[in-house]
C-alpha cells in the first residue's frame, strides 16, 4: 500500500510491509501439508505424530519450514546452534475440534494464544515485540494425524521474520530476550536505506538510517474494520505525535510509519509502527 511522501513538519509517512509474527500467522492459514512435507530433516517419530510436542525444545528451523503448518524438524539441544525454541504447547480447546484442518478460526485463536504467551515468553509487551527481530510461529499435527485425531499446537520463538532469508542463531533460550525499558539492539528493528519502505531491515547494532521507536493503537478488539484510508490517517497523525514526543518535540523531524490491512485487523492486529530518523 504505498503512500505518497508527506512531510509535517518534516515527516514521511509511509505504508510498509506486514510485521513478522502477522505474516507468519497469514501463511500458516493458507498451506497445505501431508506427512511427507514436515520440513527438512525430520524426525521420524515427530512425523504424523499425535501426542503434544515436548515443550522448550529447539530446532534449527529454515524460512520454508516456519512456512509450513506443520513441523517434524528433528530437536537438538539448546546449547548447540539453533534457530528455534517451542515456548507453548497443549491441545486446542474442544469448540475447535470439529473445524476444517486450514480453517481461518484456528490462525485467529493461535494469534491470541501464541501472541499473548509469546510477550510473556520474552518479558516485552505488544509494542516492543512488534519491533523485535524475533517473531513466532505456529504448528499443528499434520493432516493425516488430524484426521487421527490429534489436536495439538505448538508455539515456536524464531529467530527472524517474514521477510528474512535465513534466520539468526537463539541464545540458549529466548526467554526474557526482551526484558529491560531498552532491550539489546541486537534484537530490535531498524531499517538502513533512503526510504523506509524499501530500506533493508537490520539490527539496531548495525549502521542504520531508520528505528522502529514506538507503536500506536489505531482500535480496540471491539472496534470493527474502519477503513483502509481511515487506518491509514489515524497512523500517520498518530505516528506523527508520537515520534515528535520521543525525540523532546523539535521543529524538525523525519518519520515513517506502517499500518495495515483489514484481514491483519481481524486476525487481531489493531497497532501501526512508528519510525524516527536516526542516521546512525
Known amino acids: ?21 502477522l505474516v507468519l500467522l497469514l501463511t500458516l492459514l493458507v498451506a ?15 512425523v504424523d505424530a499425535v501426542e503434544v510436542p515436548e515443550l522448550s525444545a529447539c530446532r534449527d528451523l529454515t524460512p520454508a519450514d516456519v512456512a509450513k503448518p506443520s513441523n517434524a524438524t528433528r530437536t537438538v539441544d539448546c546449547s548447540e546452534p539453533h534457530t ?36 510473556a515468553f520474552l518479558g516485552a509487551d505488544e509494542s516492543v515485540v512488534m519491533r523485535a527481530r524475533v517473531s513466532w510461529a505456529w504448528f499443528r499435527p499434520s493432516e493425516k ?16 521474520g517474514e521477510a528474512s532469508e535465513e534466520y539468526d542463531e537463539l541464545p540458549e533460550t529466548a526467554e526474557g530476550l526482551l526484558v529491560g525499558v531498552q532491550p539489546d539492539d541486537r534484537w530490535m528493528t531498524c531499517a538502513n536505506g533512503e526510504q523506509v519502505d524499501t530500506a533493508e531491515r537490520v539490527a539496531c547494532s548495525e549502521p ?16 470493527e474494520y474502519p477503513g483502509d484510508r481511515v487506518v491509514e490517517v489515524r497512523s500517520r497523525d498518530y505516528c506523527a505525535e508520537s515520534v515528535s514526543a520521543r525525540l523532546g518535540y523539535p521543529p524538525d523531524y523525519d518519520y515513517a510509519y506502517t499500518w495495515f490491512g483489514e484481514g491483519q485487523w481481524n486476525a487481531g492486529n489493531r497497532r501501526s509502527i512508528c519510525w524516527a530518523r536516526t542516521d546512525q
Open 84 to 119: 528455534a525454541e517451542t515456548y507453548k504447547v497443549g491441545t486446542l480447546p474442544e469448540e475447535l475440534h470439529d473445524l476444517a484442518y486450514d480453517s481461518d478460526s484456528l490462525g485467529t485463536w493461535a494469534y491470541t494464544t501464541c501472541g499473548d504467551a509469546f510477550e
Open 32 to 46: 497445505c501439508t501431508s506427512s511427507g512435507d514436515q520440513g527438512d530433516n525430520t524426525d521420524p517419530e515427530q
Open 145 to 160: 494425524a488430524w484426521d487421527e485425531g490429534a489436536r495439538w499446537y505448538r508455539c515456536d520463538a524464531i529467530g527472524g
Open 208 to 223: 542504520h538510517t531508520w528505528r522502529a521507536v514506538t507503536t500506536v493503537q489505531v482500535g480496540d478488539e471491539t472496534t
Open 1 to 21: 500500500m504505498p503512500l505518497t511522501p508527506l512531510r509535517a513538519p518534516r515527516a514521511l509517512g509511509r505504508a510498509l510491509l506486514p510485521p513478522p509474527l
